[in-house]
């Protein structure tokens, strides 16, 4: 209880009345000193940042320090785990349009520093390009989550649910190799691809991110360990920008995984002049209540803690931050403080809970008397809540939280189910409507060849008969003819045979030259008349 009170962003202010109920609520001196001397810090320094509120700039605070953040149970865990886990290495603020968003501390202190950049490196791996961070915070921030740039010009970590080698944008050139963390906005889900603001996007859409958000190694540099040391300087980053394209078509989703290609191993490994070696990348099993660990390498093999996480906050970073604060306290003393009402002294922290009801004595002293009488009811301290009460609370919170999430998760697997067979119903009756509309085509297309056959046959001999009777009506014709013709040449015939002969001419002197020639033309006709009958 002495943390939380430390830690309260109430500003008590006890008065007779007060002291009393909590002496009477077993409320030990100690604790009711605590809450005097806070209330006055409280009340002459207003101005401090809790979890729930804007903070101020992130160089005026202390990260949370030595504070062990350990494993959820195997399918338990949430965004809670990431407020929980980040919170030593930076501070929490409530960002206007993305929620609650991280800043580490390595940024505060380095105006240059970078995510993906200035704590890692690059490793080919079964997952594609991987990002092998040196920092506990490295196994959330670089495989989880989006960054963006904050109104300080500093980088700031949105949390999301799913597990990626790494999250980046791509741009290349023959000299130099770059990428950008992907922007706050940007999401994946499994089954439904990249979204950008909830709205659809493939897995080549560009994300408009400016130079600014680009860190750019030479080509032959690309696989060094220590990349902050060989980075292009800010000075040469603008032509470096417009000399490289980016890489579209990057992230693939195969066999159930995330694959980052990136820029081709073909390309790295000729640039580099070194062979690209394989990196598996397997699970950490850490038992619940244990320490989480970033990744461990051993020789080709990483062991990543990377637990399915639910996108629920159920407890947030309010009460975890304030958690994490009364945790590191237990082992700290309470700071001396001066009293802004009194400079007579220096109100300091009692050192047992003897010294502790001398101090209060003297409180309520000045105080005076309470008005109300001891034998009242007492009451419950105002304000104050012990830590096991505001644990139970937040665990039956999360429990709440977490049966909420199953029965949506139920209903959305029945929606998308009923969804799936109603769509699978649809099909098969599409598919039986398509063969049926196809076999009465092809019946009517057989049905009307048949016809066309029909007719062409018909036709055909119909045209065979029509020729057959036109050749008869010629043959008819022509014997008619004949018949005609026959009576008359037969009459013919005999009119000659029955003619009186006529007499013969007498011939005519002829001179002997002339008998000569007629006799010779005689002898040629009888010659042609006695070939011609042969």
């Known amino acids: 209880m002495l943390a939380f009170v430390q830690y309260s962003p109430v500003a008590y202010d006890l008065n007779a009345d007060d002291i009393q109920e909590l002496e009477n609520a077993n409320v030990s001196a100690t604790v009711i000193v605590a809450m005097l001397e806070h209330g006055k810090q409280l009340r002459s320094n207003p101005v401090a940042v809790h979890a729930d509120q804007q903070p101020a700039p992130a160089d005026q605070q202390a990260p949370i320090v030595n504070v062990a953040v350990n494993a959820p149970p195997e399918g338990e865990a949430n965004i809670d785990l990431f ?25 505060v202190r380095d105006a240059n520093w970078s995510p993906y950049a200035n704590d890692g490196h690059w490793i080919w791996s079964d997952y594609g390009w991987y990002w092998e961070s040196s920092t506990p915070y490295g196994w959330a921030a ?33 000299e130099n190799i770059g990428w950008a963390p992907l922007p706050f906005g940007s999401r994946f889900e499994v089954g439904v691809g990249f979204s950008y603001r909830g709205k659809n996007v493939g897995f080549d859409f ?55 290609n990136g820029v081709s191993t073909a390309v790295v490994s000729r640039a580099t002049n070194r062979q690209i070696e394989k990196v598996s990348i397997v699970d950490a099993k850490i038992a619940a209540g244990q320490p989480i660990r970033g990744e461990q390498r051993s020789a080709n093999t990483i062991t990543a803690y990377r637990p399915k996480v639910a996108n629920v906050a159920p407890i947030g970073p309010t009460v975890i931050v304030e958690r994490q604060r009364a945790q590191a306290a237990r082992a700290t003393p309470i700071p001396a403080v001066k009293d802004p009402k009194s400079s007579a002294r220096e109100s300091v922290k009692p050192t047992n809970e003897q010294d502790a009801r001398h101090i209060l004595s003297e409180e309520k002293a000045k105080l005076g ?39 949506k998760e139920k209903a959305t697997n029945e929606a998308a189910t009923k969804q799936h067979a109603t769509a699978e119903a649809e099909a098969k009756q599409k598919v039986i409507e398509a063969k049926s509309e196809e076999k009465t085509r092809e019946k009517a297309t057989n049905d009307a060849e048949v016809k066309q056959h029909a007719a062409a046959e018909a036709e055909a001999r119909q045209k065979a008969i029509e020729a057959k009777s036109e050749e008869k009506a010629h043959e008819k014709a022509a014997n008619d003819t004949e018949v005609k013709q026959r009576p008359a040449a037969e009459a013919e015939t005999k009119r000659e045979e029955h003619a009186p002969a006529k007499p013969a001419a007498q011939p005519k002197a002829t001179p002997p030259h002339e008998d000569k020639a007629e006799s010779k033309e005689e002898k040629d006709r009888e010659k042609k008349d006695g070939e011609d009958r042969k």
């Not at 980040?86 to 501070?91: E, H, I, R, V």
């Not at 417009?242 to 980052?260: A, C």
């Open 83 to 107: 407020y929980e886990a980040l919170s030593p290495y930076g501070t929490w603020a409530k960002d206007e349009d993305n929620g609650w968003v991280w800043e580490p501390t390595d940024g």
């Open 142 to 174: 670089y495989h989880y989550g989006r960054w963006s740039r904050n109104s300080h010009n500093r980088w700031c970590w949105a949390p999301d649910n799913v597990w990626g080698p790494a999250w980046v944008d791509w741009r290349h050139s023959d």
């Open 206 to 260: 560009h994300l408009g991110m400016d130079e600014r958000a680009y860190s750019f190694v030479p080509s032959h540099n690309f696989l060094d360990v220590n990349l902050g040391v060989v980075l292009v300087p800010e000075n040469r980053r603008h032509n470096v920008y417009n000399q490289t394209t980016v890489i579209n078509n990057t992230y693939v989703y195969n066999d159930n995984r995330i694959i980052n």
């Open 369 to 407: 008397e309470p008005k109300k009488t001891v034998n009242e009811k007492p009451v419950a301290a105002p304000a104050v809540k012990p830590d096991a009460a505001a644990e139970a609370e937040a665990k039956q919170k999360a429990i709440e939280a977490k049966s909420e999430e199953k029965a």
